[in-house]
């Protein structure tokens, strides 16, 4: 069979960053479009990728993923079994909460493969409660770091990305500030037929390795948390900025729109949005300004193919 | 103002057992119809109550609870303000997953009390993912066992039903068999002018003084999760009995129908459905003679009043 005929299958599964829009407790603009059904709710970013149609790779098991899963045929049990899923593995960038409580969901008796950086392994390894996936059917393995491995017929490389640890592991009064030390990653996938999907949903700066995955990326899928690096701050929605959080903003003289300009491929999607983003609403300055740029602004349910 | 015009409201955020109705591995027949539409989904069994339908008390904290809320106005921060919730205090019934995971996605400095059963403030208190909700913002109350408490509003007493540990705090290999040490409660909860609610979503067995409180019910909702105690294993769909998972079932001589059958209160829900329980299909036998019953199958969103 030619090697041409095989496509990678991206889904992203959630757009939105930790809380989702609507979030439970906010009001902000966004919010209350997506409750009224003006624009679409999105759940907490995770995406499935497959080379087959068949397995399924999951990127971060979101605390919304049981919705998830119930709003995608593809990831369906299929009728005529009792039990069962495609999920062969899944996949996770960081230790935060929207990217690992999904896992409790998964606590069903099914084999799958979970692979995460040293230090994500060790948040789950703390908290007993993820000990209801029985580690004889749920292995837990460490990604190695820049080297590439196979899982389900994909081809990944996770690399370290600047971020933080996650809040709920911070020190009190701590500002833990900058970390490096591999807690957050991104995604290169591929196969061998296909081109390469880049995934970083959380990125405090670049570097030069990112900048050179970015480049060799058909498609890129990146942190568009927030405009403005105060913007929670200015919506009275929280005290923290952006770099805080350990994200850069899109917009201003080192924000991800200027430095991704030229590197970024065509298919450029801004993804794991916050509710106080204001490219979520579709009339505004912002949205037209990254569209104009060329970025797609990340939906539930979107699926692209490589 | 007259006390006869205060009721307490009562909403079904959920209605399904662990996994809920679709569960994302399952292709039972009541799964695939769920998927299709044809009957209604089933989020994980919770309740909102309120006094006065501004304050708002969540029993239990399912992992579905971000899409619960979103799905229920009265539970939405008002228009007008940037950040808030009529979210005053959640109590836990148990420490299982499907209880308590949802604590995860109130985790936006929103200030609340959380109410458990001291084996299950242990679980939160060993599991540092639970940090996520700031001690100073969200205390966590030990609910006294058998002794009236109030919680905006709402009088409320817990009462010790035989049950069984968490699933995944269960040692290795171990049969725990039933415990009667207070990891499951039932509540019961009025307000003076109303009537009484008494919720038991899991219950191993009765006893004297669960049936005194079972009479003393204005509206039962009870541990409807499987209709025969062997019908997970007769379904290929897992290895364990009702009695194994601390659940009574709903037939035979020593099931839920015939031993409520004269105490339950007139106005009596079947909650915390499992993916296989026939009384999920709207044509069964089974949905028929629990009908028959005067039994109410709880669907999400309903709601009554007290």
């Not at 030619?2 to 939105?16: A, E, H, Q, T, Y």
């Not at 994909?154 to 592991?169: I, Q, S, T, W």
């Not at 498609?219 to 929605?237: P, V």
Request: aromatic share 4%; with cysteine; net charge negative.
């Amino acid at each position: 069979m030619p090697r041409s005929s095989f496509l990678m299958r991206v889904i992203i599964l959630g757009s939105g960053a930790g809380g989702g829009v609507p979030q439970w407790n906010s009001a902000s603009p966004a919010c209350i479009l997506a409750r009224a059904g003006t624009i679409p709710s999105r759940t907490q970013c995770a995406l499935a990728v497959s080379s087959d149609g068949e397995r399924w790779v999951l990127i971060n098991a979101s605390p919304d993923l049981r919705q998830q899963l119930a709003a995608t045929p593809a990831l369906h049990p299929k009728p005529g079994t009792v039990r069962g899923s495609g999920i062969a593995a899944v996949m996770l960038t960081g230790g935060e909460i929207d990217a690992i409580a999904g896992l409790l969901t998964l606590r069903e008796r099914h084999a799958f493969v979970i692979y995460a950086a040293p230090t994500v392994l060790t948040v789950l390894a703390e908290n007993q409660i993820f000990a209801a996936l029985d580690a004889t059917l749920v292995p837990r393995r460490a990604m190695p770091s820049g080297e590439a491995f196979d899982v389900a017929d994909l081809r990944v490389e996770a690399f370290a990305v600047p971020g933080k640890v996650p809040l709920f592991a911070e020190r009190d009064g701590a500002d833990p500030g900058r970390s490096e030390d591999g807690d957050t990653v991104g995604l290169s996938i591929s196969t061998p037929g296909a081109g390469t999907l880049v995934f970083i949903p959380g990125c405090a700066a670049l570097n030069a390795d990112i900048r050179a995955r970015i480049r060799a990326a058909d498609l890129l899928m990146f942190d568009g948390t927030l405009y403005r690096d105060d913007e929670m701050i200015t919506a009275g929605a929280g005290l923290k900025t952006g770099a805080r959080m350990g994200h850069m903003s899109l917009d201003g003289p080192g924000g991800t729109l200027a430095a991704l300009h030229d590197i970024a491929p065509r298919r450029r999607v801004l993804i794991h949005l916050n509710n106080t983003n204001p490219v979520l609403l579709p009339d505004s300055a912002e949205r037209h300004h990254v569209e104009r740029q060329g970025w797609i602004v990340a939906e539930d349910g979107m699926e692209f193919s490589l």
